[in-house]
């Protein structure tokens, strides 16, 4: 994520054709379901 700063906050949606699709992830995540990221980045190291 090279274009993210520090403090910033991104929330990531990916499709579920593109996570787990019509498998789904057994009892935590059911099929044809969006995964959704909340993302800050707190600091950078060296």
Known sequence: MPNMHTGAKWRLVIPSAQAYG???????IAPYTPLVFEI???????
């Open 22 to 28: 019509a498998e789904g992830a057994g009892d935590l």
């Open 40 to 46: 800050e980045l707190l600091a950078v190291g060296d």
